[in-house]
Structure formats: structure tokens, C-alpha cells
């Protein structure tokens, strides 16, 4: 039986379990985190808005300089001086207005012709030296192609073959490596000589060239455009000599390549009277015959 006191209107305390609790706190905690971004996001849109910078004008860019005009080339002329004790002697010229022919023999050394002179003079050349290397029998070390027409054979593996003087049929002519032209090439061409070693290459002396033997020296020059020098020295080493080369200017301007013709009792070289400080005859009397030359023609 129970007792009217013992009853009351009072609501039982409710006692609220720990989760609830967590739930209420989490739920005013995002609340607040809730009120913190909007408040942000006001602020963010109450913030000045940078406008980008215009782009600046494009800048022109200067006119490159105009080339400057080619000079006209040059007369013919003979050209020595004495370099690092060697003296260089021979006939300066430009390409633009004169050319070289190969004159070729084919009956062999002196067959037609006894020296330099009777070379040219057979064409009506200018000038002329001796050319390329022959063997014993007077044949060509090397391709000869005189006017289109081919003698010897392509020198692949000896030094004396190592650079070819070439002129193409539009009358372009230039110092080439063997392996750059390639015997294909060399093939096509109107006038060429095969001979070395190379002495300067890209206006530095060949190295491991040899550095005692002396002999008189035949050398093709070429500053790399239309500047040529044919000519010759005393005796000298091939070393000394592509050092001089290198280092001095015979004709008056940097030599770009330099090739070796023949030379030692072949060396020979003839100017004309007709050119300005000819005429000019080296040739020894103890000279042997030889098998082609080059000759300075307009």
C-alpha cells in the first residue's frame, strides 16, 4: 500500500545520457563554426577586388642592320712576305673574277709540258704551280678531274689525299675534308685536285702534322669565301708551315683552309708579267717533271 505522502507532482528528474550531451555540444560548436565562415564570406565580399594590370604594349623589335656591301673583288696580284721565318711567295686573287683550272697530263710527267709556265701560257693563264702528288709510274695519287675529265683514283686512305680543292660547274669552289666531300660528290665535279695532308683547318693549324723533315712547300690558301692564294716556300717542316698559316696572313687576310700540294723537286710557281709584281719564276734547276698543275685563268 503506498502512502498518499509519498506522492507528489513534482516530474521525476530526467538524467541526460553522455551522448546527448556530446550531440548539444557539437551542435553549438558548428553553430559558431557556421556564423565564422558567413562572417568570412561578408568580409570577403565587402574586400576591393583587384583588377589585372592591361598588358603591356608589345615591343618591336629592331630592324636587324643592313649587310654591309660586298667589296668588288680584287685584281690579281702577286703576294709575299716572310712569316715565323718562312717566306711565302705567290699570286692572291678572288674567285668572283678568276678561277682555276686543273692542266692535266695524261701522257705523264712532261709529256706536254716542261715547267709552271708552259701550263699556263697553253691556256692563257695568269699564274700556275705544280699540283697534285704522282706515283713513280706518273700516275695520279689521288682523283684529277681537268674540264670534266677524270684521271687516277679516289685516295681513301693516305695522308697525301687527305683535302680536295673542287670547283662545281656553276664555278663554285672551295678546300674539303675527303670524308666531308665523299667520293660521290667529288665525282660531279669540273675541276679537282686531290692532295694533302691538310695544314689549316677552320683557321687553326692541323695538329700531328711532322715537325722535322724540311722541304719546299706548294700551298692552296682560302680565307672560306672568295679570297684564294696559290703559291709556294723554301724548304720548311709541314708543321712549321701550318703554324705560319695559322698565324699570318700571306695575301693579307686570315687563311680559313690551307691544303699541301706536292712539293719538294716538284715545287714549282710561275707569275705572269701581266699581274702586278710579276713576273715570277721559281722553279730549281734540279726540278723533276711533274704530272698536273693549277693554273690562274680570268
Known sequence: MISRRHITNKPWPVTQSASCQTARRLRFSGMKSTAAM???????ACAPVEKPLPAPPPVAKAAPPPAPPSLPPESPRAAGVEISGIAFEGVAFDS?????????????PGSRFADAAAAARSVGGLAAVNGGF????????GLVIAAGKKSGAWNSASSLGAGIWHADSSGHS??????????AAAGTMRELLQAGPMLVENGRAVSGLDGVKTSAR???????????WIGRTPPCTLAGVAAALANGRPAGWPVRHALNLDG??????????RLPGGPVSRRPAWNRPVRNFLVLAP
Open 264 to 273: 719538294g723537286r716538284s715545287s714549282d710557281l710561275w707569275i705572269s708579267e
Open 174 to 183: 672551295a678546300i674539303s675534308r675527303r670524308a666531308k666531300l665523299g667520293s
Open 96 to 108: 668572283r673574277s678568276h678561277r682555276l683550272l686543273v692542266v692535266d697530263q695524261p701522257g705523264g
Open 134 to 141: 704522282f706515283t713513280p709510274a706518273g700516275e695520279p695519287l
Open 218 to 228: 706548294t700551298v692552296i690558301l682560302w680565307d672560306g669565301g672568295t679570297r684564294w
Open 38 to 44: 558567413t562572417c568570412l564570406a561578408l568580409l570577403a
